[in-house]
């Protein structure tokens, strides 16, 4: 938080999820101690050690799904990709007006 109270680093394998919580019991603030010098270094520590000689592993993929290539600065599909996905976003569309990007902004994105 912004006044030193509480702060939190989150992370997560496919076989294994931690969260880390640094703060006073009676909320009162720590001098100065934020995630990246508290939480974090424990939460690093703590999964280093529970990964220690265990194989790399990757979330599956669904089926159904494969990979495209976004614009890693805009977010959006590079031209001519087609996203299709289900959710239960509206649909959208975006073409000369888009931000940024390859293809002189033109982007078009459609959710199922």
């Given at each position: 938080t912004n006044d030193f109270r509480d702060n939190l680093t989150v992370g997560f394998t496919p076989n294994l999820a931690v969260a880390v919580w640094v703060g006073n019991a009676d909320h009162t603030p720590?001098?100065?101690v934020s995630g990246?010098?508290?939480a974090a270094p424990i939460f690093h520590g703590f999964m280093?050690?529970?990964l220690n000689g265990q194989p790399d592993s990757w979330f599956?993929?669904?089926d159904g799904l494969h990979a495209v290539t976004m614009n890693?600065?805009?977010?959006?599909l590079l031209p001519?990709?087609?996203?299709?996905?289900q959710s239960q976003q509206p649909?959208?569309?975006c073409e000369e007006g888009?931000?940024?990007g390859e293809g002189g902004g033109k982007h078009k994105k459609h959710h199922g």
């Amino acid at each position: 938080t912004n006044d030193f109270r509480d702060n939190l680093t989150v992370g997560f394998t496919p076989n294994l999820a931690v969260a880390v919580w640094v703060g006073n019991a009676d909320h009162t603030p720590m001098r100065n101690v934020s995630g990246i010098v508290g939480a974090a270094p424990i939460f690093h520590g703590f999964m280093t050690a529970a990964l220690n000689g265990q194989p790399d592993s990757w979330f599956s993929v669904p089926d159904g799904l494969h990979a495209v290539t976004m614009n890693g600065y805009t977010a959006y599909l590079l031209p001519g990709t087609e996203q299709v996905a289900q959710s239960q976003q509206p649909p959208s569309r975006c073409e000369e007006g888009c931000a940024g990007g390859e293809g002189g902004g033109k982007h078009k994105k459609h959710h199922g």
